[in-house]
């Protein structure tokens, strides 16, 4: 892959046993890899193991940090819990801060009920502003996820496929920008 690729992470937001969101970030993962001039990787919150009787940047993990470093954009993958973030995801991202400015950010909800994690994804808005993320207008919304995929992971619903390129769309597209702003614009 050429150093001009976007470098594009995809975050598997949750810790649950059994999660869904595993089918959900595997399938935009995928989707993600098909994308010309985008390298990207899966990240599972379960494999960055933090301290949890401390928080913020003093329990960095280097190799998460160095990830986030390099990206252009990421992709958050959230299960909707009590219409909140998994508190995980957020001990995740609150680890890091200058690795995040300046870059775009995708979330893809999901949720059992009907509403597409939207509820997660106005929650988690603010936050990712905070960090210095630059939020995309284009979501994806996975709604009675339960149902969306087979016992071996593999979507059910193909409608999701044009969802996500167009959410994948707006995504390169917000990373270039702001990559070329980074490279280019003085602050
Ligand atoms: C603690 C908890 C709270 C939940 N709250 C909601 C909720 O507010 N709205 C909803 O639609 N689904 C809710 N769910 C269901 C999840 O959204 C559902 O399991 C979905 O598949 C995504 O989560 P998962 O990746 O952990 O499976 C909740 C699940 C858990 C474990």
Redesign the pocket.
């Known amino acids: 892959m050429s150093t001009n690729s976007l470098f594009i992470p995809v975050i598997l937001g ?1 810790v ?1 046993k ?5 089918d ?1 970030a595997r399938f935009v993962f995928e989707e993600t890899k098909k994308r010309a001039g985008v390298e990207t990787e899966l990240i599972d919150i379960r494999d960055i193991k933090l301290a949890v009787d401390d928080a913020g940047e003093s329990i960095k993990d280097s190799k998460f940090s160095a990830t986030v470093e390099r990206a252009d954009g990421l992709v958050l993958v959230v ?6 973030y998994p508190g995980m995801l957020k001990h995740v991202l609150d680890s890091n801060l200058k690795e995040y400015v300046h870059k775009a950010v995708g979330i893809c909800g ?6 597409g ?1 939207t ?2 994804i106005e929650q988690l808005l603010p936050v990712l502003r905070e960090l210095g993320l630059v939020t995309i207008f284009w979501d994806g919304n996975f709604s009675h ?2 149902n969306l995929f087979d016992a071996e992971g593999k979507l059910l619903d193909e409608s999701h496929i044009k969802k996500i390129d167009k959410f994948l769309g707006e995504l390169i597209w917000m990373s270039k920008v702001l990559r070329y702003g980074r490279e280019n614009v003085a602050v």
Do not use: K, L, W
């Open positions: 949750t649950r059994g999660r869904t969101s595993e959900v299960p909707e819990y009590n219409h909140g999901v949720s059992a009920g009907g509403f994690g509820r997660v996820a339960q």
